[in-house]
């Protein structure tokens, strides 16, 4: 499987900051996913992070909200800007597309626990 | 789009008994389907998937079942013991060639009881 970091791993923030997250997977993958868990709750897929063009945000997502960067097929970042309160969640990475895995298979980073104050 | 439905949200089993979760989706399109274990404070872990074609797939004491028909697709955990505890999660996938995105269900907690 992909190796998948992320950092920050945690963080505490205030009001009204924002905050980036970066995703670095050891091989080059096709795709790369950005989903958003509340604690207790289950995963809900943010965006898809394009590399070379504009993520795709789903319903409810919002680009001035989440912004997500990605360079190159191993890089991604994704900004949570304005922060409040309801922010506070994990934000988790995935990866698929690795070369020599089935197509489909995603694989998730460890995740940044994010609390906003 | 899709929907997936995950039940029970919560199940406990004696150790060496079996546990099934079931999922349902709404979208005949999807063709990918992956069960993921969350363990507390951890990264979802894939643990096993099945794809359209296929109607069975076991690996040790794990196995999904899939009925296109019906819509659903059931993970069976036989011989539970108390490492299988965590919080699993189905997903339904479209076709790969129309962006790949996981739609995952509510989540089920097992708890096995030594």
């Known amino acids: 499987s992909a190796v998948i970091s992320q950092k920050p791993s945690r963080d505490i923030c205030q009001r009204g900051t924002s905050l980036t997250i970066q995703c670095q997977v050891d091989?080059?993958?096709?795709?790369m996913f950005w989903y958003r868990q509340q604690p207790g709750q289950s995963l809900t897929l943010i965006a898809t992070a394009n590399q070379g063009s504009e993520a795709t945000y789903e319903s409810g997502f919002v680009i001035d909200k989440f912004p997500i960067s990605r360079p190159n097929l191993t890089f991604s970042t994704l900004t949570v800007s304005n922060m409040s309160p309801e922010d506070s969640s994990i934000y988790l990475c995935?990866?698929?597309?690795?070369?020599?895995?089935?197509?489909?298979?995603?694989?998730f980073g460890p995740g940044t626990r994010l609390l906003v104050l | 789009g899709e929907n997936v439905e995950q039940h029970p949200s919560t199940l406990s089993v004696q150790e060496g008994d079996s546990a099934v979760i079931k999922c349902t989706y709404s979208?005949?399109?999807?063709?990918?389907f992956p069960w993921y274990k969350q363990e507390l404070g951890k990264r979802p872990q894939l643990i096993i998937d099945?794809?359209?074609?296929?109607g069975e797939k076991k690996d040790q004491r794990i196995a999904v079942t899939l009925n296109k028909t019906a819509k659903h697709f059931s993970l069976h955990i036989t011989e539970t013991q108390p490492e299988d505890s965590a919080v699993y999660f189905c997903?339904?996938?479209?076709?790969?060639?129309?962006?790949?995105?996981?739609?995952f269900g509510q989540g089920t907690e097992l708890s096995v009881k030594p």
């Open positions: 099945i794809r359209s074609n296929v």
């Open positions: 979208d005949s399109a999807s063709n990918y």
């Open positions: 091989s080059q993958v096709t795709m």
């Open positions: 997903a339904a996938s479209p076709p790969y060639n129309q962006g790949g995105k996981l739609i």
């Open positions: 995935s990866t698929q597309g690795k070369a020599g895995v089935e197509q489909e298979t995603q694989y």
